[in-house]
């Protein structure tokens, strides 16, 4: 049976491999470049006098030359590896509606074949099966007519495809579309370390890399200078009035118990590393599990990108993204204990098929402080007012960090994307689960049990 679909006339391996060896060539000229200039350098260290300064700049167009050209390589053949990635979509589709229609010709496309006995005349069995391969021809031309709506959508696909790329190879090498290229997934393997952000958490480079669990780089700021100020008459009666809302929350505030605890151990001084129940937080509130769900689907994606360059089974690890306004906590006990935050992801994917799977660990990663001019949402009090306590040395900011770990199943060129939320600059920071009972802790054998307190208290500024 010929199949009513036909592939994209390129293979996508093959152009793949072209935009790999077209990155490889740039950076080959490179070498060449950084070998003339090596060359020069005798040179250089046997003249004096006005024609030092001369002969050092004789090599300075062959560096600036061969960068140009290594960027200008490496641009294109990332620009002809995502044009492989799109083939790649396009092709994966098109397999599935052939598929599609080869499971409905071999049930007769939906239409019972037409029951014959010994009693019919010869004409009656003709009129029966005439009627039947009308029927069937009708349902295979319902088929095809709703399969060929869906094979439209992805030739739109695969010409928008070819626009955007389009327009960026007219653009040139630019900061912004390398990091679109890095985002997708395909820089290829040549080019990378060539170009700022070769490594997890560097902009500019893929989104996702190989390699085991890897943290990217993290920059937190710091409004506030530990000990760098003397105290007051005033910060003594501040520090007594925010110590007993602290202990006002421990006892009366059971919804509040990440929050506080993290308070304690701001005052606790030390700095120390602390982890939060990241799992708890994703069972009780909204923000925290859309912001999950969206580092999921990043992750998807990022398979998926790193499958068409040709990898069936292997570990991978994504850069870190700052939580956005729609991904915020809403939970007065998450405000206060995470806020907003950096998320990464690591995974283990394998393919089977055209079947994916990946178990992936979605790690979240805070640092508690008090950030300069900003206030608490819940009760207004100002961040400077707990701030105050690092500058006079009594009260430590301290990274803190959690994970949630799943296991996702989907077919090939059906990852969802992430949702769209409204962004914004991340607020306040970590949290985890400290109660003796660990009640809506995250363990599954401990069910969220509804606190009416929850919107109450103010243990915290940040």
Known sequence: MTAPFVRYPARPDAVSSAGETLAASGASMLETSQAAVRAAAPAV?????????????????VAVLGAALRDAAGFAGSAVTGWATAIFAYDTIIDGLNAEYASAAASGFGVSAPAMNGVQTTEERNLALDG????????????????????QAADDDLDAAAMDLAAMLGRGPNQGDWNSLGSAGVIPSAFYGSVEGGEPGEPGGPGFVIGPPTRPGIEWDEDFEYDSASAGFSDHLARLEWQAKLRGGQLLKPGLDDATAMYQHYWDNNGDPIEFDYEEGYNEDSGIRLAVGNEIARAQQGAEALIRAGNTSFSMTGDATGTTQGEYPETENWQKTIGGYQQWSSAQVSLDGTMVTMEVVVHAEDHYNFNRDQSDIATGASDDE???FTELGWARPFDSSGAVTRTVTWELGEAAPPQTTESGDPQRNPGREDREDERESGDPDRPVVPDNNRDTGEPRGN
């Open 45 to 61: 260290d046997n003249v004096w006098g006005f024609l030092t300064q001369l002969v050092a700049n004789v090599t300075d167009p």
């Open 386 to 388: 707990n701030g105050r």
């Open 132 to 151: 039947h391969a009308e029927a069937v021809q009708s349902a295979r031309t319902a088929l095809l007519a709703r399969l060929e709506v869906r094979k």
